[in-house]
């Protein structure tokens, strides 16, 4: 210490002396070690220097602040002879990083950096917690002498109540430049008990985002893949990209390897994951065309990509490709509760996205791969490309002599091809001779009654594009009295090329062992073989509303009748001959008082319609409301266009088909923020009988929370539903403290639709079973269950979930309830273990008699059972 620095703390601590111990302020340029550059600055209520043994203590509330650390404690002695700090009494030292550390007694160098601690705990930022009754720091290496590691909090009511886990070990080595923490002779602890020894364990620091290693092992069960463990390693390439690999094995299987990579850029990122498998028993799934028993290899390619151009575009991909339509249902895990795989459908895609203050643009196209055992894969349609365009924009009335108002373009380009015509049988359903898997015509033509039609043309064979550009004004007016008038006028421009194929014949018979026949397309088009059509509709309209507002105890309520009239000329509703993206029609309270209830472009309204109804709204004091509405629609003049039947008769059974349309309404009730209730509804504009009811709840009183959904739908027979549909589902999640829960989901088939779907195989079915589908399911059939329980606080997440959805058995093909419990234990910053367990594939026999409940068949089959 200079000389300069002795008469210092000499002057200061007699300062203190004459003060009686007040608090002084010493900045000790000196007490740093040689050339460091760096101050400390100390705080004491008495300093004193011993010239003897060349040392300056500290006393009372004392702090040393240098290069960020903080040193903290009622006695600081600092050795000029061995460069070192001694702390003791409620000794704290506060990293540069927020991490805390306290003891009995620090033994530190000049610069905090290294040395011995006694009864040591240490408080990282991330709330990460270390324990040792000794620890010695030496060049950014942290030793705990039988240490502890934890990430929960103490129990504030008793925090000597045991953690909820905590890692034990011999020692415990937190290396700051590797960013790890390595155990030795570590024992894990589960609320105090010990459950698991490892002789070796390591972890990434807590501050750690990312770093390559092993992580948590993921084991599986399935009954056709038989017990499987993946270990996934993890490669931090570089800052911006990494890759995942997962080797699983399965005892029944063969090895079966995963793949992902990532990178980012600055303007976005892209992602490859490749997963693959060489078959070791193929019986374990079903022969083609129930499942892929004869493919020996097989796999997927996923990768997913999405990049911003500048501030307003961005374009993107996102593709699947799969060795077989079965490899998702065989081979992919199970997610948890309510995210089960059941897959039906993938679909790939490539976009190029814009989209400005009042535009958008979108171009993508489509791959279409059915999963279903159902699927023809010739019939799904390659979409290159569709193009949606919109774009609004004010006009100015000082410009345009006061007209005013608002112009909105909307603008479409679609473009599909597909090898083979997708015929759909109705009334009644059937299927192929052979397999009794794909929906077959028996006679490839349109009824000349649309009511009694019996096959139906869902999409076409061959080439087919469509282009729709649509311009509309509008402008809303307030007249004296409080009318709200809404005036509007637009012109809708189509045209459409159609390149139908007149050859191919699929080899998929019907019971007359005919094919399916690409050429009877004709027959649907009503003798029209033009390629080419187009079609301009003008038209113009108005609609009217008036708001009655009037206040009361409880809240304002307000009362709005609403008309609405639009005109267009009385020509063809289908003015491209086929209907590929107009083929969902509902009409409801949210379609009323739409210019074109049509879902999409290949269809559009015709002639003069009346759309009348009103609304009722209470606005509640505290928030909450009632509102009701009720409205019908009256086709005034002209052809009605939802009555002109397509070839996949769109529109009839929808409500508008008559005249006067059946009438719509809503009911909704929201209270307070706890509950709320929504009922829609479509019924007989005549005996009011229900033809479409939808009801919606929501409850959250805490701690239950319930969603319920309930749908009832009259049967629609010239679209292919012959039969009412009706359904409940509910899901519901109770917290039973402030840690656990319990959560759960049910979805009932009360018309039994879906059963008659999946048991429409009757003699395959026999045949495994031994039992005839001529029952009756119940009337709450189970079509999905998960019930679930978990446990979740700061530092441990555990989920064990059980799951029942519909899915063809494997080794079958057949309908079936598929089965699985799937457990998930994390622990923060340690890792998650996942654990999936399949209960295998229950076929189906809620329907059957004589059938053995609960049965689940394995065996495997070599022929037609459907001759």
């Known amino acids: 210490m200079s000389r300069r620095l002795r008469r210092l703390s000499a002057l200061l601590s007699s300062v203190a002396a004459l003060t009686g111990g007040a608090a002084v302020f010493a900045s000790l340029a000196s007490a740093a070690p040689e050339g460091a550059g760096a101050r400390m600055v100390v705080e004491a209520k008495e300093m004193i220097y011993n010239e003897k043994a060349n040392t300056v203590t500290a006393r009372g509330q004392v702090q040393l602040l240098y290069k960020g650390r903080l040193l903290e404690a009622d006695r600081v002695v600092y050795d000029r002879n061995t460069s070192r700090v001694y702390a003791e009494g409620h000794a704290k030292l506060t990293e540069t990083n927020g991490t805390i550390a306290r003891a009995e007694h620090f033994d530190l160098t000049d610069d905090f950096k290294a040395g011995f601690i006694e009864s040591l705990q240490v408080d990282t930022a991330d709330d990460t917690h270390f324990s040792a009754p000794r620890a010695e720091r030496t060049d950014g290496v942290t030793t705990f002498d039988m240490g502890a590691y934890t990430a929960c909090e103490a129990c504030k009511d008793d925090p000597s109540k045991p953690r909820t886990w905590q890692l034990k070990a011999k020692r415990i080595i937190h290396d700051n430049a590797e960013k790890t923490i390595y155990y030795e002779d570590a024992t894990f ?57 997962t080797p699983t094995i399965f005892s029944r299987q063969g090895p079966f390897l995963t793949s992902e990579f990532r990178k980012r850029f600055e303007n976005g990122g892209f992602s490859v994951r490749a997963e693959g498998t060489h078959v070791g028993d193929p019986s374990a799934f079903a022969i083609a065309p129930y499942g892929a ?17 500048n501030d307003r575009w961005r374009a993107g991909w996102d593709i699947t490709a799969l060795s077989d339509r079965y490899f998702l249902q065989d081979y992919k895990q199970f997610n948890y509760l309510l995210q089960n795989y059941y897959f039906r459908e993938s679909s790939s895609t490539i976009y190029l996205n ?62 599909t091809s597909a090898d083979v015509a997708n015929y759909e049988s109705i009334n009644p359903r059937t299927l192929d001779r052979i397999y009794g898997l794909y929906n077959v015509c028996q006679s490839y033509n349109r009824d000349v009654v649309p009511q009694r039609s019996t096959c139906l043309l869902r999409g076409i064979g061959g080439a087919y594009q469509h282009a729709t550009v649509m311009g509309d004004w509008k402008r809303k007016v307030i007249d004296p009295v409080g009318g709200v008038w809404t005036a509007f006028a637009f012109a809708r421009f189509t045209g459409s090329y159609l390149d139908y194929d007149r050859q191919g014949l699929y080899p998929i018979y019907n019971s007359s062992w005919q094919p399916i026949p690409n050429a009877n397309q004709g027959l ?27 206040r009361s105890p409880i809240g ?37 008082f739409e210019w074109n209830k049509f879902s999409g472009y290949d269809r559009f309204e015709t002639g003069t319609r009346l759309n009348y109804g009103g609304q009722a709204t209470l606005t509640l004091g505290n928030g909450g409301f009632v509102n009701a509405m009720v409205g019908q629609s009256t086709q005034l003049a002209g052809a009605n266009g939802y009555a002109t039947a397509d070839a996949a008769n769109v529109g009839l059974n929808s409500g508008l088909n008559r005249r006067t349309s059946d009438i719509v309404g809503r009911f909704a009730f929201a209270p307070a923020s706890f509950m709320s209730f929504v009922a829609k509804g479509r019924f007989d504009k005549e005996s009011l009988i229900a033809k479409r009811i939808d009801l919606f709840a929501t409850f959250n009183f805490d701690p239950l929370s319930l969603q319920l959904q309930y749908a009832n739908y009259a049967s629609q027979p010239a679209i292919g539903f012959d039969v009412r549909r009706q359904g409940l589902s509910a899901t519901g999640r109770y917290d039973i403290t402030k840690n656990y829960f319990l959560n759960g989901t049910v979805t009932f088939d009360m018309s039994r639709y879906l059963y008659n779907n999946l048991t429409q195989n009757p003699y395959l079915y026999t045949a495994y079973t031994g039992a005839n589908l001529n029952g009756t399911a119940p009337l709450f059939s189970v079509a999905a269950l998960g019930a679930g329980v978990g446990y979740h606080d700061e530092c441990t997440t555990l989920s064990i979930n059980y799951s029942q959805i519909y899915q063809p058995q494997a080794n079958t093909g057949l309908p079936a309830r598929n089965q699985a419990v799937m457990v998930s234990l994390q622990f923060r910053t340690l890792g998650e273990a996942r654990f999936n367990y399949g209960l295998g594939s229950v076929l189906v026999n809620d329907g059957v008699r004589n059938a053995t409940s609960g049965s689940s068949y394995s065996s495997g089959y070599g022929g037609s059972y459907m001759r």
């Open 189 to 245: 602890e589960f609320l105090g008990t010990p459950i698991a020894y490892v002789p070796f364990w390591s972890s990434a620091d807590p501050t750690v985002k990312r770093k390559s290693g092993l992580l948590t092992p993921v084991f599986t069960y399935r009954s056709q893949l038989g017990a499987g463990v993946g270990v996934p390693y993890f490669w931090a390439i570089s800052p911006d990209s990494d890759l995942t690999i």
């Open 293 to 309: 028993r004869n493919r020996e290899w097989r796999g997927a390619l996923q990768t997913q990509g999405d990049f911003w151009l």
């Open 354 to 415: 814009g989209q400005g203050p009042r535009s958008y643009f979108d171009m993508r196209g489509y791959y279409f791969q059915g999963l279903s055992p159902s699927d023809v894969q010739a019939q799904q349609p390659l979409v290159h490309p569709v193009i949606d365009y919109n774009r609004v924009f004010d006009v100015d009335p000082t410009k345009t002599a006061g007209v005013g108002g608002q112009i909105e373009i909307d603008a479409n380009f679609t473009s």
């Open 524 to 550: 649907f088009l009503d003798g029209l073989d033009q390629r080419f059509r187009g079609q301009a509709t003008p038209g113009f309209g108005a609609e009217w509303r008036y708001p009655i507002l009037a």
């Open 556 to 592: 304002n309520f307000v009362v709005e009748p609403i008309a609405q009239i639009v005109a267009r000329p009385n020509q063809t509703s289908i003015p491209s001959l086929v209907n590929m993206d107009a083929q969902s029609l509902v009409f409801d309270d949210s379609t009323l």
